[in-house]
């Protein structure tokens, strides 16, 4: 089992920066993939960036360049930081855990809004 607690979300005027956090309730050393999606009204919920066990990431294409994930195992806790914010990057932004044969896991979610 693996809880997942967001936090850091907020209301940002574009091009303006917030940094999300997941505090994860076990060793991020034992979490195979830990990352983040998001979900805007009326769309399917869609992979952010992702952060593996041994330090490799995965980026969206609309979001390279301008968000950079990571990961602290000492505090159990990947962070999101988003520079540049657009409008599109409105969204319900959730943390995503995959422990191989052991689960996928989901945060509660935070609401990020970019205002234009």
């Known amino acids: 089992q693996v809880q997942l607690v967001e936090s850091g979300g907020g209301l940002v005027q574009t091009g303006g920066s917030l940094r999300l956090s997941c505090a994860a309730s076990?060793?991020?050393?034992?979490?195979?993939?830990i990352g983040w999606y998001r979900q805007a009204p009326g769309k399917q919920r869609e992979l952010v960036a992702v952060i593996s066990s041994a330090g490799g990431t995965n980026y969206a294409d609309s979001v390279k360049g301008r968000f950079t994930i990571s990961r602290d195992n000492a505090r159990n806790t990947v962070s999101l930081q988003m520079n540049s914010l657009k409008p599109e990057d409105t969204a319900v932004y959730y943390c995503n855990a995959v422990v191989l044969l052991g689960g996928t896991y989901w945060g509660q979610g935070t609401q990020v809004t970019v205002s234009s």
């Open positions: 076990r060793s991020t050393f034992s979490i195979n993939f």
